[in-house]
């Protein structure tokens, strides 16, 4: 805008566009697919900073009483989206805070450590030899200890990025090259080692030991 003595101000953008890991992502078409879940009566989205680490938080106000597990939206979102444009985390929120305007005040909305943090209560540790070399390769990308079978990759800090790298990791550990898609609709070890598993099997026993207990290798992408 022009101001008063005739300078030029720059407001910044007139649109909700954004860059995240070197796609450029409306947030607005991400909030529209959100809305459309049946049982989300509001939603809003974020670009969330941690050090040099980006990620796309959705906020909801679900029906009272009704659970929205993040597996299932997620599902719901790649219908429509592009799975760069899937949420990291979901936080459940009771009502949107809203300017005196009546828009929705971002600034206020409640910190998303809430939608990483790990539910060590239900930890289940891996037990078969497909389970331990996934949940290794899981600690080495997301750098967390002691990955639980049930425990959401996305929930733990995973993005597409670390999802492209994880199905490397994958190919090398078991000799098999899994579609991107899948990580998205099976997002735990568990899930994923079940799967691999059966691609595995040869109808006498599986590869899965010989894989697991080779060398584990680390690589950059």
């Known amino acids: 805008r022009y101001r008063t003595d005739g300078e030029v101000e720059l407001l910044g ?21 959100l809305q459309a879940i049946p049982d989300v009566l509001g939603a809003a989205v974020i670009v969330y900073n941690d050090g040099e680490d980006q990620n796309i938080i959705a906020y909801l106000v679900p029906v009272p009483g009704v659970p929205l597990p993040p ?26 805070p809203t300017t005196p305007n009546g828009k929705i005040d971002r600034k206020a909305l409640p910190a ?27 600690e080495s990308l997301l750098k967390v200890e ?26 090398l550990a078991f000799g ?16 994923l080692a079940t799967l691999i598993e ?11 030991a010989a894989a697991a207990s080779g060398p584990q290798v680390e690589i950059e992408i």
Request: glycine share 6%; no cysteine; hydrophobic share 45%.
């Open 71 to 96: 597996a299932e939206l997620r599902g719901a979102l790649l219908q429509t989206l592009p799975d760069y444009m899937v949420p990291a985390a979901f936080v459940m929120i009771e009502a949107m």
């Open 146 to 171: 002691k990955v639980g079978i049930h425990e959401s990759f996305f929930n733990l800090g995973g993005h597409s990025i670390l999802a492209a790298r994880l199905m490397v990791q994958i190919r």
């Open 198 to 208: 059966s691609k595995l099997w040869t109808g006498s026993e599986p590869r899965v």
């Open 112 to 138: 998303p450590v809430h939608a990483v943090a790990r539910k060590t209560r239900d930890w289940s540790p891996p037990a078969t030899a497909t389970e331990v070399t996934l949940a290794r390769i899981w």
């Open 13 to 33: 953008r007139n649109d909700e566009q954004v860059k995240v890991r070197g796609f450029r992502i409306e947030l607005g078409e991400i909030e529209h697919a």
């Open 176 to 191: 098999i090259q899994l579609p991107m898609h899948h990580i998205f609709r099976t997002s735990t070890v568990s899930s």
